[in-house]
């Protein structure tokens, strides 16, 4: 009986042992971070879009913790831009179908944009109208102007080949033109 007691007293201690070493192992998640902006007037802060759904405020100051997370997307965020016209706003896009409008202060979307069942890949903020962004999803882009309506872009254009995979957007600096690339 002594034997019997000594192999359950071993295996206890045994299970003791992995149960105190899981309780003392150190566990870390980090998001994949999928785009970042850095803010117009200071490099020193930034946002990032992660693969969970979330944006993150960051500051090169304090690289061990966020200033700010946003929650408002079901799928993975694409991309994040901060407004140029306006402080503290700034656009997400996701795999969920949406385009949301955030401001710095409120972690929850403002205004959330959809306009078909695609994921949405890229977005941009035109540099010569503050209401005005635009987006892409597989095959479509779009022109949204906000003093005209929030429900529905103004500009819709679909690329006919249905091979082609719009990926990256973009407002040009100095015209009147957009640049669109694919993968």
Known sequence: SSGINAEYGGAQDAGKAQQKLRGEAFISRFAGGLG??????????????????????CSCSYNEQYLQSYAGHTGPVY????????PDCFLTCSSDWTIRL???DVTKPILTFVSSTKSVNDICWSNVCATVFGAVSDNRIEI????????????????????????????????????????
């Open 36 to 57: 970042f902006d850095f803010y117009p007037s200071n490099n020193n802060i930034y946002l990032v879009a992660t693969e969970e759904g979330f944006v993150h405020k």
């Open 79 to 86: 991309k994040v831009k901060w407004s140029p016209f306006v």
């Open 102 to 104: 955030w401001h710095g």
């Open 144 to 183: 949204w102007d906000l003093r005209s309506t929030n429900l529905d872009p103004v500009i819709i254009s679909n690329v006919s080949d249905p091979d082609v995979r719009l990926s990256t957007f973009l407002f040009t600096d100095n015209s009147s033109t957009l640049l669109v690339g694919d993968s």
